[in-house]
């Protein structure tokens, strides 16, 4: 029997994961938190958002995580007018160092008929970085 080897450990340093309330962004969560537990991975958990309640979805995550790991919570504040929330993430991912990108398929759109939302599909397109889809 060979040693286990540790190489997805280095995949996985630093993790960011967006998220906006919806059930698949918190099994996002739950994915990256596991990773974290295994491999030590650093989590930064990322809000972009133009009107919200950002300490709502800070307790959802704090439920979520219930002190498991020790993670960043970041939220983004953004106008529709000048921008959307899958540019705003794509500009922290490319103005920070991540290895991943952990984020829920579909967020809080209206029509369940999509199994891939637009702001998963633009960031999972357009990410420098491995991204992981949570359905």
Same mark, same amino acid.
């Given at each position: 029997m060979t040693e286990p080897t540790y190489i997805v450990s280095?995949? *996985?340093r630093r993790i960011l994961v967006p998220i906006d309330g919806s059930e698949n +962004?918190?099994?996002a969560l739950d994915l990256a938190v596991d990773f974290a537990m295994r491999y030590? +991975?650093?989590v930064t958990v990322l809000h972009v958002c133009e009107n919200c309640n950002d300490k709502e979805v800070e307790e959802?995550?704090?439920k979520r995580v219930n002190g498991r790991i020790v993670y960043d919570f970041k939220v983004l504040k953004y106008s529709s007018k000048e921008s959307s929330v899958s540019n705003e993430i794509l500009k922290h991912i490319n103005e920070s160092t991540y290895d991943a990108?952990?984020?829920g398929a579909r967020g809080l759109s209206i029509s369940s008929e999509l199994n891939v939302g637009s702001v998963a599909v633009s960031v999972a *397109?357009?990410?420098?970085?491995t991204v992981i889809l949570v359905r």
């Open positions: 280095f995949w *996985l +962004s918190l099994r030590g +991975s650093k959802h995550v704090k990108v952990i984020m *397109l357009n990410a420098p970085t």
